[in-house]
């Protein structure tokens, strides 16, 4: 369960992340490339925190947590105009809604697999 919360975590700073990339420079979040620093900086973060559940669980479900959160955080500048504050708040909102459920989905999976393989042993 800690593992899930630390994903979730690891996937929000991701996407606060990208968020603040975005209002200073749009052009080095848009399109896919958001997505990827997402994935990249949920990922290790997710894996770099201790004591709190799995490592392999808290990588991934951060790395795929933040790689869904950070395409609906740029996706959510259809509504907005790219780069502004609005678009940073409905993008931080929207993309915290699907990637924070995303990680805790994928890091409550992993580390359900993960202590049956050791279980198994």
């Known amino acids: 369960m800690f593992g899930a919360i630390a994903a979730a975590g690891a996937a929000l700073v991701a996407i606060v992340g990208v968020v603040m990339i975005g209002m200073v420079a749009w052009w080095t979040v848009v399109g896919i490339k958001g997505a990827i620093f997402a994935a990249i900086i949920g990922g290790a973060l997710g894996a770099a925190l ?3 559940g799995n490592w392999l669980a808290r ?6 947590g933040g790689a869904v959160g950070g395409f609906f955080a740029i996706a959510a500048a259809e509504q907005a105009a790219p780069g502004s504050t609005s678009w940073a708040i409905r993008g931080a909102f929207l993309g915290a809604a699907f990637g924070a459920l995303t990680a805790v989905l994928i890091a409550s999976v992993v580390g359900t697999a993960v202590n049956l393989v050791r279980r198994g042993r």
Do not use: E, M, T, V
């Open 59 to 64: 990588g991934f479900g951060g790395l795929f």
């Open 50 to 52: 201790r004591r709190h």
